[in-house]
């Protein structure tokens, strides 16, 4: 089954590129440590998920670029043509002159009815291409104007036009020391909205891959190609064909559905974390060696104590112990409760590893079976030149003080009413933006309480 | 991609106006090598087949046939106008886009706004028409005057609200420069308070600059060549008061210098909407993260790096450098210290060789000497263009919103009282049919409120 990616804005366009670059590359690598056969079979699986065979050799990406001004979609374009390996068809993209102004009412009030039609026609017919749709993805930022208002609005449309399909939005959290002045305002609203209609939003913070580029790959100046670059390898991870559990010899028919089915057991609760390990510059790569067990431990005190890679996990934070009478006191010890967690391994040896760890029940909450809130997914093609990956998507607090922080200082800026007239200007009132705090007030004490 | 037209009012708007289309030519030359007329260079030229004269076709792909700014002159007395047409720079402008008249406007606001506005409005709104139509996309007007005289202050707020009205959807980013305490126009107190009360109500921005602040950083610059320090030769064409490397080849008139400089901050603002760079800031983002409210809208602007020394290696040391400089009294362009006073919010436009590490690391290492205002604490917008300005591998323009502008405005109040009270020079303006007294006093108010 096919994936539509919708790329929006200028950060949706730059991620969806290097996305597309890596799926590629680690596809039509030669490091897949498995058997011919089934290597072949990855190759295919990729194909037909991500990119459409067409005449010329090349293959074209199954995927919309929507931007509202016209550089980054070109550059996208340009990029992709000259790797040699990929590209994006030539009729799949559409912008315009004049941007949106890193204003969320602008994008959704004005751009998003006026452009409407067009984009949704070419959504439309990129899903036709499919011979099966499997679902949306649409990478966006909360922060800017397109990215997040426009991608809000589109989600919606998206939602309207294909009722029954599987919408995953990947939505990208700015810095916290500002990259736009009026990030938090975006932020409310896109999450409120998008709450509303997509079936799940996958999160990456910048904050969180820039330490990561810093601290664990080395790079000295790390740009926005950098950041990019992890990003899609986190999200590579994830989305190559992978073994679903359950059995059965051939890789997973619905990628995105398996994804949704294990991890979001109730609608309250649909923001999903992303963990990758190990994460290390190209150039160490050979000289490391890792073993399952060890990946393992680290990975799952990086769920229990909420850590953001695989260097300074507080390795003191524990479970509480079952049975105990006092659950007040694991609030203080910072521990991270989560609903349901997806692990996705691949490598060599995958199929000898134990899992019972991740199936203890003290990680979870009490109302789902630990059985049920637990999934792997193993596959013995190794990916993007790592001999062993783990990757561990989660359904958990994760993100509590992110959100947290964002509404508080968003409704700090509120109280004061600045900078209300620019979205006013364009369709978006005091009480809308009072209503997306309530929505996302709710959501945070949902997570508080579990 | 957008263009902007510039509308350049009165002797020193046209003189600094001049200065920034020599600049601009010289920076698109230094970019654009192949000669292909590209969308950068569409922001603010046009593209015409002169074979059939001066009023041929628009050629909008290709190869550069003549260009002519996107531009109109006005100015009450000849001599600049014809000074510029007789200047290497005379086949830029269109005969068309000239509006003058004969005798001036004798430094008197009233005689600009109410008597030169009414005859000449027609005129006007067709010319204005006129160039708006030549483009794809209007995105902004730049208008370009001085406060302290007749023409550029009185026919220039005329022309602001002329634009207002006509196109109402268009930003119009004013660059105003205020008199000092010695000017030579005993009334520059009346006309730009008067000036003020217009800039008020119907700019979406203002850059206020002050000719003292341009003097004090013309002479550091001078001091810094002439003092020949060892080993710090400076690069002739990278100084920001140069006008090395453009058309001009008469000696150079003593404005000049300072006018280049603010050339360059136009070039600056404007850059990132003009080229491709991994974080795209646009005209219409600085207007929305700069203006919390509508009526503060006066924007403190610094340019940095003042000069490049010829040194090839450029440590890191400089770029911080260059971050703390932005921030210091002397390079700020009015006579203000911004690092005293409380910060509404802040943009920083970097160019050229700089990474987002780079930046997150200079905004992390200055915030906790600046002061920011309460529901605005981490009020940052930054943008990454990838094109250096010329002469130079990375340049920073600073924008902040900031309380400094009071004491500057409260001068000038002062200054208008002291006149006022004694109802000096008044009958001047009290002669000019539909000027009342009346119209002083509504002056004063929105000044003294800020």
Not at chain 1, 224 to 235: C, E, K, S
Request: charged share 20%; glycine share 6%.
């Amino acid at each position: 089954m096919s994936i539509v990616t919708v790329q929006l804005g200028q950060c949706g366009n730059q991620i969806g590129h290097e996305v597309f670059s890596a799926l590629c590359s680690d596809s039509r690598g030669t490091h897949g440590l498995c058997s011919k056969k089934e290597n072949q079979s990855y190759q295919d699986s990729c194909k037909e998920r991500f990119f459409c065979e067409e005449e010329s050799a090349v293959p074209a990406a199954r995927a919309v670029l929507v931007d509202m001004e016209p550089k980054v979609i070109s550059q996208a374009l340009a990029m992709a043509a000259s790797s040699g390996h990929w590209r994006y068809s030539s009729h799949s993209h559409f912008c315009q002159k004049q941007g949106s102004g890193n204003n969320w009412a602008n994008g959704y009030c004005v751009h998003g009815p006026r452009h409407k039609e067009a984009i949704m026609e070419l959504v439309q017919r990129e899903a036709e291409r499919c011979d099966r749709l499997g679902g949306f993805l649409t990478i966006m930022s909360m922060a800017g104007g397109t990215g997040s208002g426009l991608g809000a609005f589109v989600t919606q449309c998206l939602r309207d036009a294909f009722p029954t399909s599987f919408i995953l939005n990947h939505v990208i959290w700015p810095y916290g020391t500002g990259e736009v002045i009026v990030q938090n305002y975006n932020s409310v609203l896109t999450l409120s909205h998008l709450y509303h209609s997509s079936d799940a939003l996958l999160v990456h913070e910048n904050d969180v891959i820039h330490k990561i580029c810093a601290q664990l790959l080395n790079i000295k100046q790390i740009s926005f190609r950098d950041v990019n670059q992890v990003i899609a390898h986190q999200l590579g991870s994830v989305f190559q064909p992978a073994h679903a559990a359950g059995g059965g010899s051939g890789y997973s028919r619905n990628p995105l559905g398996d994804l949704l089915e294990s991890l979001v057991p109730h609608p309250e609760f649909r923001m999903l974390g992303l963990r990758n390990i190990p994460q290390m510059a190209e150039s160490s790569l050979p000289y490391s060696a890792f073993s399952w067990p060890g990946l393992l431990r680290h990975l799952r005190q990086m769920l229990i104590a909420n850590a953001q890679m695989e260097e300074g996990i507080d390795w003191q934070v524990r479970p509480p112990e079952p049975g105990s009478s006092i659950p007040c006191t694991n609030k203080a010890l910072h521990f991270n409760t989560s609903i349901a967690n997806l692990l996705i391994l691949r490598g060599k040896d995958v199929h000898s590893v134990e899992l019972g760890s991740f199936q203890d029940p003290s990680l979870y909450t009490s109302w789902l079976n630990p059985q049920d809130a637990f999934t792997a997914w193993k596959t013995p093609r190794a990916f993007n030149k790592y001999e062993k990956s783990a990757a561990l998507v989660s359904n958990s607090q994760f993100l509590l003080k992110p959100l947290d922080s964002i509404v508080g200082k968003a409704w700090n800026m509120f109280a004061s009413k600045a900078y209300l007239h620019q979205y006013t200007k364009f369709g978006i009132q005091e009480e809308d933006f009072l209503d997306c705090f309530t929505t996302l007030e709710q959501v945070i004490s949902s997570y508080t309480n579990l | 991609m957008t263009q902007s037209v510039v509308v350049q009012v009165g002797q020193c708007g046209n003189q600094v106006g001049c200065r920034f289309w020599d600049l601009a030519l010289r920076e698109h030359a230094a970019v654009n090598k192949k000669g292909i007329y590209d969308e950068a260079l569409s922001s603010f030229f046009r593209n015409v087949d002169t074979r059939s004269g001066d009023t041929g076709p628009d050629i909008y792909r290709g190869k550069i046939c003549s260009l002519k700014a996107r531009a109109l002159l006005i100015d009450m007395e000849e001599g600049v106008v014809n000074e510029i047409l007789q200047g290497p720079l005379r086949d830029v402008f269109d005969s068309k886009q000239l509006i003058t008249d004969v005798s001036g406007s004798g430094n008197n606001w009233a005689v600009g706004h109410k008597i030169y506005g009414c005859q000449y409005r027609e005129n006007i709104v067709e010319k204005l028409r006129k160039t708006a139509e030549h483009c794809d996309c209007l995105q902004c007007f730049f208008i370009i005057h001085s406060m302290g005289g007749g023409t550029g202050s009185g026919l220039g707020t005329f022309v602001l609200n002329l634009l207002e009205e006509e196109f109402p959807e268009v930003y119009r980013f004013v660059t105003s420069v205020y008199p000092s305490g010695e000017d030579d126009v005993i009334t520059s107190p009346y006309n730009s308070v008067l000036a003020m009360k217009e800039l008020n109500e119907h700019a979406d921005c203002v850059l206020p600059i002050e000719n003292e602040s341009l003097f004090e950083i013309v002479n550091k610059i001078h001091q810094m060549i002439n003092s020949g320090k060892l080993g710090s030769t400076v690069k002739q064409n990278s100084l920001v008061t140069s006008s090395a490397g453009s058309a001009k080849t008469l000696p150079e008139k003593p404005f000049d210098a300072m006018n280049n400089i603010v050339a360059n901050l136009l070039l600056n603002l404007t850059s990132s909407a003009r080229f491709e760079g991994s974080l795209n800031m646009d005209l219409n983002e600085i207007s929305m993260n700069l203006v919390p409210f509508p009526r503060l809208h006066y924007l403190v602007s610094s340019l940095t790096p003042l000069y490049t020394l010829a040194d090839v290696n450029v440590p890191s040391r400089r770029l911080d450098q260059m971050f703390s400089d932005a921030f210091s009294r002397d390079h700020q362009l009015i006579r203000a210290d911004p690092k005293h006073s409380l910060y509404l919010a802040c943009a920083l436009l970097v160019r050229g060789n700089v990474q987002v590490s780079d930046l997150r690391r200079n905004i992390e290492r200055l915030k906790p000497s600046l002061h920011f205002v309460s529901w605005n604490q981490e009020g940052w917008k930054t943008g990454l263009c990838s094109v250096p300005p010329v002469g130079h591998s990375h340049s920073l323009l600073a924008l902040a919103n900031n309380t400094c502008v009071k004491p500057t405005f409260i001068e000038l109040k002062d200054r208008f009282m002291k006149l006022y009270k004694k109802k000096a020079h008044l009958h001047h303006y009290l002669q000019i049919d539909g000027m009342e007294q009346s119209c002083f006093s509504e002056a004063v108010f929105p000044v003294a409120c800020q």
